[in-house]
Each structure stands twice: as structure tokens, then as C-alpha cells.
T-cell receptor
Framework: DAGITQSPRHKVTETGTPVTLRCHQT?????MYWYRQDPGHGLRLIHY???????DKGEVSDGYSVSRSKTEDFLLTLESATSSQTSVYFC?????????????????FGPGTRLLVL | RKEVEQDPGPFNVPEGATVAFNCTYS??????FFWYRQDCRKEPKLLMS???SGNEDGRFTAQLNRASQYISLLIRDSKLSDSATYLC?????????FGRGTSLIVHP
């Protein structure tokens, strides 16, 4: 258990409204990620963070912004929600995987947020 | 061409069957390989890492073929509880690439 929580777990909103999703971790992991998952597309990286105030874009960052003002929280904001942003959003952290011949980093995911934009 | 490709399935097998999934990747410099399992409406969870020498965890065996750039997952003696989507992941230590997943349905 990597101690990751997401809030809210479900949200319904209207087109044009701002929405903020929160990811909270309790184990001081440096790397945090936001993904969206849609049928036919799999998991797609939106943004990631490699430290406080250090973030970078993923492959589907348009329409999203992030902030990380403290290690434990990574916020994802939809500035003006659109119906195409209806999706399941997963937060993840990266943690070294012990036991391999080479140290490998692997990801652990939060429980997800289901967002419906009407 | 997608960087990580998987047959989406579904693979529909009876209990007790042996089933194998393959996953191909395009970046020959990839260094880390994993299989994740995702149950319906749940988050992906790490199933196992894949090492060059191959590795086994109970009924699950993972193999890596660097020359042909694919990884495989073998499930022996399938259980009903193995029904899920299996995601192939290729890294990029900090920015892995996920396949779209292979659906497995194990029926009585």
C-alpha cells in the first residue's frame, strides 16, 4: 500500500466550470503523476511532478494544469471543463522496486476519480 | 505505431487452462518491464516485474525477449479470479509507457 488517496472519488460537473482533483500521498515520494483512462486509449499521462513546484507535461496536457506546493499533494485542475474530459483520472507515485538485478522504478496508483462533464 | 502494443482480446478460457499474453515494444533502449493487473472499475496494480532471465511467481511466469522486443505473461491453471485486464508496461524509469491492456475472462 503506497498510501495514495484521491478526492473526490466521483464528480459530475457542467461544461465550462473549473474542476480541481486532489491526490494525496503519505510516504514522501518524489515523483507523482496524473493519468486519464478512456476506452480504446488506455492510460495516458497528463502531467507529472518530480518535486515541489517541479512539474512537466505529458502527452495529453492541453486543457489541464497542475500544482505541487508540498510533497504530499498534487493537484490537477481543469480550467474550463469540456465533455471530452469526461474520464477516469488516476494519480500515481513512483517508488523504487527492490529485489531486481537493477533498481527499477515502478508506479503505484490511487483509487481513481470518475469525472462526468455534462 | 504505438510504442507498446497488446492484443486487446478478450481471451475467453475455462478454469484450469493455461493462457499466454504477448506485448511488443518499439524502443530498443527500454530498460524496465512490468505486468499490471486491472480489475473492472479499479486502479491498475503491479502484478510482477519482468527480468531478462525470466521470473515466476506461483502460477504466473513472465519472460523478456530483447532481441524480438517483446515480453510475455503466462498464467497456468487459470482461476475465475484471474479475470481482469492485464497491462504491459515498458519504461523509462520515471515515465513508463502503458499498453492498452489485454482482457482475460476465465469461465467455469
Amino acid at each position: 500500500d503506497a498510501g495514495i488517496t484521491q478526492s473526490p472519488r466521483h464528480k459530475v460537473t457542467e461544461t465550462g466550470t473549473p474542476v480541481t482533483l486532489r491526490c494525496h500521498q503519505t510516504e514522501n515520494h518524489r515523483y507523482m503523476y496524473w493519468y486519464r483512462q478512456d476506452p480504446g486509449h488506455g492510460l495516458r499521462l497528463i502531467h507529472y511532478s518530480y518535486g515541489v513546484k517541479d512539474t512537466d507535461k505529458g502527452e495529453v496536457s492541453d486543457g489541464y494544469s497542475v500544482s505541487r506546493s508540498k510533497t504530499e499533494d498534487f493537484l490537477l485542475t481543469l480550467e474550463s471543463a469540456t465533455s471530452s474530459q469526461t474520464s477516469v483520472y488516476f494519480c500515481a507515485i513512483s517508488e523504487p522496486l527492490s529485489g531486481g538485478g537493477n533498481r527499477q522504478e515502478t508506479q503505484y496508483f490511487g483509487p481513481g476519480t470518475r469525472l462526468l462533464v455534462l | 505505431r504505438k510504442e507498446v502494443e497488446q492484443d486487446p482480446g478478450p481471451f475467453n478460457v475455462p478454469e484450469g487452462a493455461t493462457v499466454a499474453f504477448n506485448c511488443t515494444y518499439s524502443n530498443s533502449a527500454s530498460q524496465s518491464f512490468f505486468w499490471y493487473r486491472q480489475d473492472c472499475r479499479k486502479e491498475p496494480k503491479l502484478l510482477m516485474s519482468v527480468y531478462s532471465s525470466g521470473n515466476e511467481d506461483g502460477r504466473f511466469t513472465a519472460q523478456l525477449n530483447r532481441a524480438s522486443q517483446y515480453i510475455s505473461l503466462l498464467i497456468r491453471d487459470s482461476k475465475l479470479s484471474d479475470s481482469a485486464t492485464y497491462l504491459c508496461v515498458v519504461g523509462g524509469s520515471y515515465i513508463p509507457t502503458f499498453g492498452r491492456g489485454t482482457s482475460l475472462i476465465v469461465h467455469p
